[in-house]
């Protein structure tokens, strides 16, 4: 079926500190892989994404990584800072369905 | 461009009435997908269209719930007789083409701010 597991379900880290969420999925064929931002009370935002033609991406304090091999994909947060602090969905597409299945969330608390 | 517009933010509705749920694409994006939100919960898919054509609709109810995206005007999604576990946020989202095609970027999903439904 269609899953995509994500872990922990919440993260407290101190301020400066690196974060760490991790996804696995189910459908190999799965091509496209994007991490959404979402604050309370606010729409989901797209911080990043990664296609299956490469294992890592990094977009200043974010980056991605991917093991096609092992069906799982991860977000890595450095240098964290209180605005980080939201809950965060990774996704995968599921190229035979048409459509994004989301994790279940991450919220991340960063401590000052 | 207006991004993905939905309408309303806020709606409160009384067990058995009706709830109507409106989604604008963002400009040039002819696919819209639904999905739910329960409080403290993720993104649940629900349906899947295009213009005038229900794509995929595996994630909804088969009771009380449908959706349309006609030739002209928004995307509704509308449930009939509410109850108080439809009490959720409603995020609508776009992209240019479906998540089936293999263009790189130009499937990236763009959600809408929602629509929390009530239930009285």
């Known amino acids: 079926g269609e899953n995509v597991e994500q872990h922990p379900s919440t993260l407290s880290v101190q301020e400066g500190d690196s974060a760490v969420i991790?996804?696995?999925y189910s459908d190999s064929a799965s091509n496209y892989f994007p991490w959404y931002k979402q604050e309370l009370g606010k729409r989901p935002q797209l911080i990043i994404d990664i296609r299956s033609n490469v294992g890592e991406k990094k977009d200043q304090r974010i980056a991605v990584t991917?093991?096609?091999t092992a069906k799982h994909f991860s977000l890595h947060i450095t240098e964290t800072q209180p605005e980080?602090?939201?809950?965060?969905f990774c996704a995968a597409r599921f190229v035979g369905a048409q459509k994004l299945v989301f994790g279940q969330g991450t919220r991340l608390t960063i401590n000052p | 461009n207006a991004g993905v517009m939905q309408n309303p933010r806020h709606l409160v509705r009384r067990?058995?009435?009706e709830a109507r749920l409106r989604c604008s694409p963002m400009k040039g994006h002819s696919h819209v997908y639904w999905y739910r939100q329960l409080?403290?919960?993720?993104?649940?898919?629900m349906v899947y269209l295009q213009k005038e054509n229900i794509i995929d609709?595996?994630?909804?109810p088969k009771e009380r719930f449908s959706a349309e995206f006609p030739k002209e005007g928004p995307s509704i999604l509308r449930i009939q007789q509410v109850v108080r576990g439809d009490s959720a946020a409603y995020f609508c989202a776009s992209s240019p083409v479906g998540q089936g095609a293999s263009s790189s970027g130009a499937n990236v999903l763009t959600f809408g701010a929602g629509s929390r439904l009530t239930v009285l």
């Open chain 1, 22 to 24: 991790k996804c696995t």
């Open chain 1, 66 to 68: 991917l093991n096609k």
């Open chain 1, 84 to 88: 980080d602090s939201a809950v965060y």
């Open chain 2, 15 to 17: 067990r058995g009435q």
């Open chain 2, 39 to 45: 409080p403290e919960e993720g993104l649940k898919f």
């Open chain 2, 57 to 60: 609709e595996s994630g909804m």
